[in-house]
């Protein structure tokens, strides 16, 4: 019996997306989602979210990695799943979102999806890191999945696979690991950001976690003032507010089909 899937994408972090109210999909099944989010093998993505029944909110939302594990949260995907959401009349335009990180709220703006969220976690500034003999300063806080944030001169000039790879398996942060972002100041409400995604273990054109995450710790730095206007390695730019906390910005729908 085929599936149906939405295949969507929040500032170029892209997904799949399928309603599971029936709770049929085999979320143990660790193999096959590695098989449906692999680029080459399957229909590819940066995660697979579910669409599942709650008893406190409108929907659950499951958020699973390309590497089959399952993590709390995902900023950009809970956009995504919020419009979806909403077209498919799981939820109205103005929602609340049961996760594994706790119960969000979702707005339909007439451009993209608003998410409020709860403040930031175990925050930790002024950190450091040591690498080839050298002391690297960072940040780290929780915004739903953890994050460390690195400011830096040159955001192009940056190896975030190798750098991110490194502060990502950092004992400082084990044994979950982190996500790791850095990010430049472009004006006194604007930063620039790549991330390296825990999960996906790359580079991904966007990470609406690391975004908030991001935000907070330039704000708590004295380094910009909100709203703060993200810009993401893919140019789109999303908005960050801070009372409440806030991240708004596109979801779009790539393609509809079934999987087996």
């Not at 850095?182 to 006194?188: K, L, R, T």
Request: aromatic share 6%; glycine share 10%.
């Amino acid at each position: 019996m085929s599936t149906p899937f939405w295949k969507m994408h929040g500032a170029g972090n892209d997904f799949i997306l399928a309603d599971d109210r029936a709770l049929a999909f085999p979320v143990q099944d660790s193999a096959r989602i590695v098989r449906l989010c692999d680029r080459r093998r399957g229909i590819g993505s940066d995660g697979l979210l579910l669409i599942q029944p709650s008893a406190t909110a409108d929907f659950r939302m499951r958020f699973f990695n390309p590497d089959g594990s399952e993590a709390d949260l995902c900023g950009n995907g809970a956009r995504c799943i919020a419009r979806l959401a909403h077209e498919i009349g799981a939820a109205p335009a103005d929602m609340r979102i049961e996760t594994a990180a706790g119960t969000v709220r979702a707005e339909i703006l007439p451009a993209g999806v608003r998410l409020h969220l709860p403040p930031p976690k175990d925050e930790r500034l002024n950190l450091s890191i040591e690498r080839n003999r050298a002391s690297l300063p960072l940040h780290f806080v929780n915004s739903g999945v953890p994050h460390a944030v690195c400011l830096v001169d040159d955001l192009a000039a940056v190896d975030v696979a190798g750098l991110g790879a490194f502060i990502r398996r950092h004992a400082l942060f084990a044994p979950a690991g982190t996500n790791a972002d850095f990010i430049q100041i472009a004006d006194p409400d604007a930063l620039r950001i790549r991330t390296y995604e825990r999960g996906v273990e790359a580079e991904t054109l966007a990470c609406g976690t690391g975004i908030v995450a991001a935000a907070w710790i330039a704000i708590k730095l004295g380094l910009v003032r909100a709203p703060v206007r993200v810009t993401t390695v893919g140019g789109d730019v999303l908005e960050v507010g801070l009372s409440p906390l806030t991240l708004a910005g596109p979801a779009e729908h790539s393609f509809r089909g079934e999987f087996a």
